[in-house]
């Protein structure tokens, strides 16, 4: 098909500069989910999607919603898209990306009249980030059905509730439940890795396999304090010794398997004085795979060291879980359909996992979803020096392009 991928590659990296400027913080990009800036960006985004021939709306939630019918009215559709709200002082890419480039495929088809078999659905989705409410991804569940009782509830740090700030957005918490999607045959999402990896392999797309669940624990080590003069060091019970020896199990454990990770980012010692010897240390933990069995293995084996290592320094040891996630392995017929259009390219097929949750796992309850992932500078990103290189940008444009049109429902 003779589409101009390279005019809708070039207008969706203005685009996205463009899109920046809906901010509730002059001077850096800052838009919260149903902030006046959102309202402005979903405003901007749904009048692209009408300027492109499709039907749009904004649902009771506070997602865009925009219709490309196929062949036939009504025919089941390929939703794609990704998240128009952002953290605090963020990139241009996190969620925008996905969103702004499911907008692109439209445009393509629409400027040549194409229409396929399946309808496409263009969503640009609010709360992902979860930065305003003690909630997060109100838009993607409220598509997928998954809403919880509680969630218009939930309260901003000024005490306003999601359903209050729906209210003053223009949308409706009484219908939060009439947001679910219906027809939808699959769901796909573009976006920036927010990891080094991409760029380490030299590649510039990578096909999500799957998106890793977690286990966060709180570790208490708990040993005996004493005078660091006085104790020989045959006689101690140090805590944080024991600690250290329990992090680098944690670190070599990890290492010894492919795409699981641990990290322990907090460490706290008592007493806490140079001349003493630790009594009580605590640590966190916090365990990804993209299997939940692999990662329950994997804290098994932890444990199983800890107590170990205490036992033969006289420590006591108690791991306590504090959050679990699972993991959303990514549909197989999707990842699929990403490695045909990555090789129909003459780009390697090449799968990760991803650290980073997404609305991508949340869709998956409601259809089959799947990601594809571009590779972003340094891996940085939830930062203003967040970057793709335009010919990135053209290449995951036309990959996803690609996807849509030989995506069979
Ligand atoms: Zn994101």
């Known amino acids: ?22 901010t509730d913080e002059p001077g850096k990009l800052t838009r919260l989910y149903l902030s006046p800036s959102y309202r402005a960006a979903c405003d901007q985004f749904a009048k692209w999607a009408v300027e492109a021939g499709m039907s749009a709306r ?14 036939s009215a009504g025919a089941p559709a390929l939703m794609i898209g990704s998240h128009i709200d952002t953290v605090r002082d963020a990139g241009r890419f996190d969620g925008n990306l996905g969103a702004l480039a499911a907008l692109a495929v439209v445009e393509q088809l629409a400027e040549k009249g194409i229409r396929l078999d399946h309808a496409l659905e263009v969503v640009a989705i609010g709360d992902e980030e979860g930065v305003r409410f003690s909630t997060a991804m109100t838009g993607s569940r409220a598509l997928a059905g998954g809403l919880s009782a509680t969630a218009m509830e939930a309260k901003d740090k000024q005490g306003v509730t999601v359903g209050e700030a729906l209210k003053a957005f223009g949308g409706d918490p009484e219908r939060a439940y009439s947001a679910r999607a219906r027809g939808v045959a699959a769901f796909v999402e573009l976006h920036i890795e927010q990891g080094p990896v ?9 096909v999500v396999g799957a998106i890793n669940g977690a286990t966060r624990m709180l570790v208490t080590v708990t040993g005996l ?23 680098l199990a944690v670190e070599a454990r990890a290492k010894a398997e492919p795409d699981l990770v641990a990290t322990v980012g907090r460490l706290e010692v008592e007493p806490g004085a140079v001349n003493v010897i630790p009594g009580l240390a605590r640590f966190s933990l916090d365990v990804r795979s993209p299997r939940d069995e692999w990662r329950r293995r994997a804290v098994s084996d932890i444990h199983a060291a800890a107590t170990q290592i205490a036992a ?16 959303y392995v990514c549909d197989a017929r999707i990842v699929a359909g990403f490695d045909r259009a990555l090789t129909g390219m003459g780009l390697p097929a090449f799968h990760l996992p991803s650290g980073a949750g997404h609305d991508t796992m949340v869709m998956g309850a409601l259809a089959p979803a799947g990601m594809l992932f571009v590779r972003c500078a340094g891996g940085v990103s939830h930062n203003p020096a967040e ?11 036309a990959a ?5 049109l030989e995506f069979k429902g």
Not at 58 to 71: C, H, M, S, T
């Open 312 to 327: 033969r320094r006289h420590v006591e040891t108690v791991m306590q879980p504090v959050h679990e996630a699972p993991a």
């Open 58 to 71: 904004i649902d009771a939630v506070g997602n865009v919603r925009a219709r490309y019918e196929g062949k």
């Open 198 to 206: 991409l760029e380490a392999k030299g590649l510039a797309l990578g």
């Open 1 to 22: 098909m003779d589409l101009d991928t390279a005019g809708a590659a070039s207008r969706l990296m203005t685009r996205l500069d463009d899109f920046s400027a809906f």
């Open 400 to 404: 996803l392009t690609r996807f849509a």
């Open 387 to 397: 970057s793709i290189t335009g010919e990135d940008g053209a290449l995951a444009l």
């Open 225 to 247: 304090a004493g005078h660091a003069g006085c104790v020989p060091m045959d006689l101690r019970r140090d805590a944080v010794a024991a600690a250290a020896e329990m992090i």
